[in-house]
T-cell receptor, first 116, second 112 residues
Framework: NAGVMQNPRHLVRRRGQEARLRCSPMKGHSHVYWYRQLPEEGLKFMVYLQKENIIDESGMPKERFSAEFPKEGPSILRIQQVVRGDSAAYFC??????????????FGPGTRLTVL | DAKTTQPTSMDCAEGRAANLPCNHSTISGNEYVYWYRQIHSQGPQYIIHGLKNNETNEMASLIITEDRKSSTLILPHATLRDTAVYYCIVPSSGGSNYKLTFGKGTLLTVNP
C-alpha cells in the first residue's frame, strides 16, 4: 500500500510566480490535511479537505492561497504571486475517516518550496 | 490541543533503550496521546498512540501513567536511524481535533 505521495519534492519559484503542490492520499483515504513548516519551526495546520469540499481552511492565509481536492485526481495547494516568506516545507497528510481521537493522519514526504 | 511539555533534547547510545518523556497535565478523559517523529528533511512519521492503557507496536511502546498526566515513549533498541525530533501530541477532543499541533518536540540523538 503506497503511502501519501507529494510532488514535486522540491520547487523553486521566482517572486510573483505561481506554485502548485500536489498530494495523492493513501489508497482508501478520503480526508486530506495540509500543513506548513517554516524553517526552524513546527508544522502548522493550514486546511482540511474531503473530496470536492473544503471543511476547514482556518489555518490558511486569506490572500493568495487556495486548496482543492477534486473528485478525481490529487489534492492541490495553490499559491499565487509567491513571496519570499512562502519559502517553507509543505506537508500533506491523509486519513481514512475524519482524523481525531483514533483516526491517524499519515504524512507525505513534503514539498520544499524556495522562492527566489 | 492539550499543552504538552517535552525536553528539548536527549542522547542515547546505540542499542540501548531510549525513553522519551512527555507531560500533558491538562489532558481530558477522552483525549488520546499521539507520538510522531520527524527525521531530518522528511515528513512526520506516525509512531504510536494510546488513551489509558500501555500500547506496543513494532516501532515502540507507550507507557501512560495512571493519572494520564504524563507518558513515556520507549524505543527498546535505538539505532542511528532513530535520530529524529519526536513529538508528543494530544489532539483536542473538540470538533477540530484533526488539527495536530507540533510543538518543539525532543531532538533524540542516537550515538554510536
Amino acid at each position: 500500500n503506497a503511502g501519501v505521495m507529494q510532488n514535486p519534492r522540491h520547487l523553486v519559484r521566482r517572486r510573483g510566480q505561481e506554485a502548485r503542490l500536489r498530494c495523492s492520499p493513501m489508497k482508501g483515504h478520503s480526508h486530506v490535511y495540509w500543513y506548513r513548516q517554516l524553517p526552524e519551526e513546527g508544522l502548522k495546520f493550514m486546511v482540511y479537505l474531503q473530496k470536492e469540499n473544503i471543511i476547514d481552511e482556518s489555518g490558511m492565509p486569506k490572500e493568495r492561497f487556495s486548496a482543492e481536492f477534486p473528485k478525481e485526481g490529487p489534492s492541490i495547494l495553490r499559491i499565487q504571486q509567491v513571496v519570499r516568506g512562502d519559502s517553507a516545507a509543505y506537508f500533506c497528510a491523509s486519513s481514512p475517516r475524519l482524523a481525531g481521537a483514533t483516526d491517524t493522519q499519515y504524512f507525505g514526504p513534503g514539498t520544499r518550496l524556495t522562492v527566489l | 490541543d492539550a499543552k504538552t511539555t517535552q525536553p528539548t533534547s536527549m542522547d542515547c547510545a546505540e542499542g540501548r533503550a531510549a525513553n522519551l518523556p512527555c507531560n500533558h497535565s491538562t489532558i481530558s478523559g477522552n483525549e488520546y496521546v499521539y507520538w510522531y517523529r520527524q527525521i531530518h528533511s522528511q515528513g512526520p512519521q506516525y509512531i504510536i498512540h494510546g488513551l489509558k492503557n500501555n500500547e506496543t507496536n513494532e516501532m515502540a511502546s507507550l507507557i501512560i501513567t495512571e493519572d494520564r498526566k504524563s507518558s513515556t515513549l520507549i524505543l527498546p533498541h535505538a539505532t542511528l536511524r532513530d535520530t529524529a525530533v519526536y513529538y508528543c501530541i494530544v489532539p483536542s477532543s473538540g470538533g477540530s481535533n484533526y488539527k495536530l499541533t507540533f510543538g518543539k518536540g525532543t531532538l533524540l540523538t542516537v550515538n554510536p
